[in-house]
């Protein structure tokens, strides 16, 4: 197995000037699967600024603590890249196991958890030295990885069984196998930590989870007029008010509004093709959406619930993440 270049994180300090760490970039990062690149866009101007060249296929992406690195998941060479930031490019990666699809990292930025779909495992990996802690196995497809507001937990969405894994962060054990619906995919918490809200993309509703008794509670809905194919929802991120969710619903090519508190839709908007993941800006105005089917971002006024623009980007993109 690769190592890890000696103390990553000293190595960084150390070729960056002070002062050039990456914090509050402005900038957006799109992960492109088919161009095996992740787009750097400038989010005033939203143009663009750099394409990094990646491993195969980059599909998820997530920060370390600072924001110093962002993590790719080079899913088809079956690694995780390390971007630094402030250089913009590649300078080593990570060996979570097979194929790994879903990734989240701890909040001290000391472990990286990773589902891998094809060996229907998820495993724990120790950032610093790139070693496998451990591999438990899990139901059918696992995908989406989502660590609990308290850190103690981490819920995994496994396709094929239609079930969520609640594992213990320490012991590594599986609490609860909750069925829920067709392909779950992506989840948030509620900020109190009660409720785990999770997209089923083939049933076409959100499961909502009351994570002491870990059993489904309720259901969220959606029937937006004149949609040109399946509703299959999969991006969910909660909203900077803590009381709307949105929920992108693929290839119905809307994003949903929801009320937390009733549970209900409050509205469509119209986004681009095959609606995918998304992510907010730093300042909590902007709401980002990536279309994995029109090649193109759609940015949303938050506060006036309007869609400004659309922006092209790389082809098929996957994931945002926005440094701003």
Do not use: C
């Amino acid at each position: 197995m690769k190592q890890l270049l000696p103390i990553l994180a000293l190595f960084v300090v150390l070729a960056v000037p002070e002062g050039a760490l990456a914090k509050g970039t402005g900038y957006l990062f799109i992960s492109n699967e088919k161009d095996h690149t992740v787009t750097v866009l400038d989010s005033k101007t939203f143009e663009v600024v750099k394409n990094i060249q990646t491993g195969r296929r980059p599909r998820d992406m997530q920060w370390s603590p600072d924001k110093s690195l962002l993590y790719v998941g080079a899913s088809a060479d079956s690694r995780v890249d390390i971007i630094d930031v402030a250089r913009l490019e590649v300078v080593d990666y990570l060996i979570p196991g097979d194929d790994p699809d879903q990734f989240a990292v701890t909040e001290d930025g000391k472990i990286l958890i990773a589902t891998n779909e094809d060996d229907n495992l998820a495993t724990f990996l120790d950032i610093s030295e790139n070693i496998i802690l451990d591999q438990i196995p899990t139901g059918v497809e696992p995908e989406g990885v989502t660590i609990s507001p308290d850190s103690k937990r981490v819920y995994i969405t496994s396709e094929v069984s239609q079930m969520i894994h609640v594992v213990d962060m320490e012991s590594h054990e599986v609490l609860a196998d909750i069925l829920v619906g067709s392909r779950p995919r992506r989840a948030f918490f509620t900020p109190d930590g009660r409720e785990y809200w999770v997209t089923n993309e083939i049933s076409g509703y959100v499961s909502i989870i009351d994570t002491e008794k870990l059993k489904v509670i309720d259901e969220v809905h959606f029937d937006p007029k004149g949609v040109p194919g399946d509703v299959t929802p999969v991006g969910i991120a909660l909203g900077p008010d803590g009381k709307t969710a949105y929920v992108t619903l693929g290839h119905a090519n809307r994003l949903a509004v929801v009320d937390v508190r009733t549970r209900k839709v409050r509205r469509y908007l119209l986004v681009g093709t095959r609606a995918w993941n998304l992510d907010f800006s730093g300042d909590k105005k902007f709401l980002y959406v990536v279309n994995s089917g029109s090649d193109d971002v759609s940015i949303i006024d938050i506060e006036a619930e309007k869609v400004l623009k659309t922006v092209p980007v790389g082809r098929y993109p996957h994931a945002l993440k926005a440094d701003n």
